[in-house]
Structures are given as structure tokens and as C-alpha cells.
């Protein structure tokens, strides 16, 4: 039997300790199929700094999640053993540090992870320790922006580029490399040009509009075939009306909806990992970008439940 969330019925859901959706830590069942897990971390901004605290918001947001998911039909705690894995320390002062402590912490993890940052820049730590498991992985990349850059400030690590390292560093699959959301200004034409070269297609914010959800998901999908696939999440690709609390908002973004509608369509496939970042709490009102990205979470779960485990 698998243990579960603590029982909403006995215990109100605001009281005791807010880990995500109140289920044990690793530490009291001592094992897991999937583990949600922090990454405090936001040295690698480019604008508002705040991220380091989006672990600790979207366990408190996640409170109010409840054991079934009607939409996928099924218990995901029931299905297989889920747990709060805490947070990884990263170093805050040493980015090429903390990117080895991601590393690190995430392949120390025996479960797959659904990891909650902290800024983008941990994706490539993630992505490092999904390619050692799976070899190169397919990627579904959500996120207003296409986090191909070079560099920053001659940085190579930072939450703009760590995308371009991942496909450097033969990580990823680089036939089926998606970006889902892109939209607003960027620094030319070059920055889609080279996107396009490292082996991305994109699905901007204005296609999710015009072509729908359901359309978006069969050509996701056909990209993605049975590809082991991590999904990496960026809150920004939301309307900043749906999370504006994150560090480089863009207007004209897809609703919580439709990206919930988005990933529930990925059921049935090889989903092996996830991250959901750029949760900034002191730009939030209301939890609004903490209750979203709780809700993501529970998603990305979820389908990693729907799997089969040995
Ligand atoms: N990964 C996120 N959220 N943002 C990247 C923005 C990079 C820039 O400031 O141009
Ligand atoms: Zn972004
Ligand atoms: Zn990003």
C-alpha cells in the first residue's frame, strides 16, 4: 500500500507542515516511485530576482489538491508511492556549483522527479541527469521564451541559456525538441535562426490560439513518438494575468487551461521527468502563479503515475 496525503477530512488542509499536496516526505516512507523535489535557486536571472522562494509558494498553494484527478482518471498517491523529496541546496553565490549540486541531488534521487525551481538554469543540471538514465531525451519546452541564448554578460550558465547547452552537451534528442508558447520581442532574427539550427520547432502562444489545443497536442505528439520525454515548464508561458508572479513576464500568453489541456493530452506517453520553474512569489497576488503551477505539478504527477512501474 502506498502511503498518501495527509487525510483533509481529519486534518484541515491549513494546518501542518505544507509539503506538496501534503504527502509524506521520502524521509517517512523511505522510498518512491516519483518524487516531487525544490530547487531553491535564482542566481541566474536576467530581471526580477524571487525565484529561490517558488519552492516553498507552490507547496503552500498545493494544499488544496485532492487525491483524484478526473480528467486522466486516476489516484496518483494510490497508484504509486509519491512523495515530498525536499529541497536540493544549491549554492547561491556559485552558479557552475549549484548547477553540480542539481546534478547531484536529482541523480541521488532513485524515482522520477517532477522538480519545482527555482529559476530556468537548473533545467540543464536535470536535463544532465535524465540523459544518464535514459540516454537523449525528447524535450517539450514550455515558456514565453526560447532559453537558447549564448550567453549573458559572457555567462554560459544562466536561466536564458540552458537549452543551447543541453542540445551542446548531447543531452537531448534533437529530432523532437519543441518549444510551446514563444512569444515577444527577442534580440533578432538570428535567436529564431539559431533556435531552428540546435533542432527546435516552435509553437508560438498565437498558434495555440489559432490552431487549438487539440491540433497542437496531435503535432506534439507526432514529434515526440515513444521518446523517453522530459517536460520542462517555465510559469512565464502563462498570461501574466494567469502567473503574474515570475521574473520576465510577456504579455499575450496561454491561460492556465490551455496549458493543462496541453500536457493531459501527453497521457500514454514516455514520460520520464519534469520541472516546473520561474515561480516568483513576491511579484504573486492571491497565489494565483503558485496555485497554477501547484496544479502543473499535480498534471506533470499524474502522468508519471498513469505509467507503468517495475
Ligand atoms: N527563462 C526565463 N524565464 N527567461 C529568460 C529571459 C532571458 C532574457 O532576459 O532575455
Ligand atoms: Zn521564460
Ligand atoms: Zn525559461
Do not use: C
Amino acid at each position: 500500500m502506498n502511503k498518501g496525503p495527509v487525510d483533509s477530512a481529519r486534518v484541515p488542509r491549513f494546518a501542518g507542515p505544507a509539503t506538496f499536496a501534503r504527502l509524506p516526505r521520502l524521509d517517512e516512507v523511505g522510498r518512491a516511485d516519483v518524487a516531487v523535489v525544490g530547487v531553491p535557486f535564482d542566481s541566474g536571472v536576467s530581471y526580477r530576482p524571487g525565484a529561490r522562494f517558488g519552492p516553498a509558494a507552490v507547496r503552500e498553494a498545493s494544499r488544496l489538491l485532492r487525491p483524484y484527478h478526473p480528467a486522466l482518471d486516476v489516484s496518483p498517491f494510490e497508484r504509486v508511492q509519491v512523495v515530498d523529496a525536499g529541497d536540493i541546496v544549491a549554492n547561491p553565490y556559485h552558479i557552475e556549483e549549484a548547477i553540480e549540486s542539481v546534478e547531484a541531488g536529482a541523480a541521488a534521487l532513485d524515482a522520477r522527479l517532477v522538480t519545482i525551481g527555482g529559476d530556468h538554469t537548473i533545467a540543464l543540471p536535470l536535463l544532465r541527469d535524465a540523459a544518464r538514465r535514459h540516454g537523449p531525451v525528447a524535450l517539450l519546452h514550455f515558456d514565453a521564451h526560447l532559453d537558447t541564448w549564448d550567453t549573458y554578460f559572457g555567462a554560459e550558465y544562466t536561466h536564458g541559456t540552458p537549452f543551447r547547452r543541453a542540445v551542446e552537451e548531447g543531452l537531448l534528442d534533437t529530432e523532437a525538441l519543441s518549444h510551446v508558447g514563444i512569444r515577444g520581442p527577442l534580440y533578432g532574427k538570428k535567436d529564431l535562426d539559431e533556435d531552428r539550427r540546435l533542432g527546435f520547432g516552435i509553437v508560438t502562444a498565437a498558434d495555440v490560439l489559432r490552431r487549438g489545443v487539440d491540433e497542437v497536442v496531435d503535432a506534439l505528439r507526432q514529434r515526440i513518438g515513444d521518446r523517453p520525454l522530459y517536460v520542462s515548464v517555465d510559469i512565464d508561458v502563462l498570461d501574466p494575468a494567469h502567473a503574474p508572479g515570475t521574473g520576465t513576464p510577456e504579455a499575450g500568453g496561454l491561460t492556465s487551461r490551455e496549458l493543462l489541456e496541453i500536457l493531459r493530452g501527453l497521457a500514454g506517453g514516455n514520460l520520464i521527468g519534469a520541472d516546473v520553474v520561474e515561480v516568483a512569489p513576491a511579484y504573486d497576488h492571491a497565489e494565483i502563479t503558485s496555485v497554477a503551477a501547484s496544479h502543473v505539478a499535480y498534471d506533470l504527477v499524474s502522468l508519471l503515475a498513469l505509467q507503468e512501474y517495475k
